[in-house]
């Protein structure tokens, strides 16, 4: 069914940008007064710019007063990462999915760290199949005089070891220990 156009009770101003304007053509204003529109333009613009930037400080700020009087949670990001027979977690009727990040308030934070950490706990006690896919494998092995090769040892049990360059300048003499 096709329709007329529409009549509008007021009167609407849309001004949509073009490209067959051209600034350089001979209007009948001076340099001076071309001049000082171009300004007063300028100037509303940054107004403009300002009162955006204002009303998104005040938003922030709102949003940090409300969660430091206890009037609202804190917002975390929160990655998903959930043992490998999930794919998802449902929240309230919110899906949660695998390897995306979101941002959600506090208490849903936690629910979701606690659901994350129960699924490697059933994964190690069900077998840990995936549990160590990430980690490098250290090879840690007895030697034929009774040594122990590779194993971790209390320093870099957690952190990885930092290496710094030798002091001496002479490359070739600080790899081969001369």
């Known amino acids: 069914m096709a329709r007329g156009p529409k009549s509008f009770d007021r009167h609407v101003d849309v001004v949509l940008p073009t490209d067959d304007v051209d600034l350089d053509k001979d209007y009948l204003l001076t340099e001076e007064e071309k001049q000082e529109i171009e300004d007063e333009v300028r100037a509303e613009i940054?107004?403009?710019r300002i009162a955006v930037e204002k009303a998104a400080f005040r938003k922030e700020l709102k949003r940090r007063l409300r969660v430091e009087a206890g009037l609202e949670h804190a917002q975390i990001q929160v990655t998903i990462d959930l043992a490998g027979h999930s794919s998802k977690i449902v929240?309230?009727?919110?899906?949660?999915h695998q390897g995306f990040s979101y941002v959600v308030p506090k208490p849903v934070y936690e629910t979701l760290a606690d659901i994350m950490q129960r699924t490697w706990q059933h994964e190690g006690t069900v077998g840990g199949a995936n549990r160590d896919e990430y980690r490098k494998p250290r090879h840690t092995v007895v030697s034929n005089d009774n040594q122990v090769v590779n194993a971790?040892?209390?320093q870099n049990r957690y952190a990885p070891k930092v290496v710094f360059p030798a002091q001496n300048t002479n490359t070739r003499a600080s790899l081969h220990g001369e």
């Open 46 to 48: 940054e107004a403009a």
């Open 91 to 96: 929240l309230d009727g919110r899906e949660y």
């Open 152 to 154: 971790p040892s209390r």
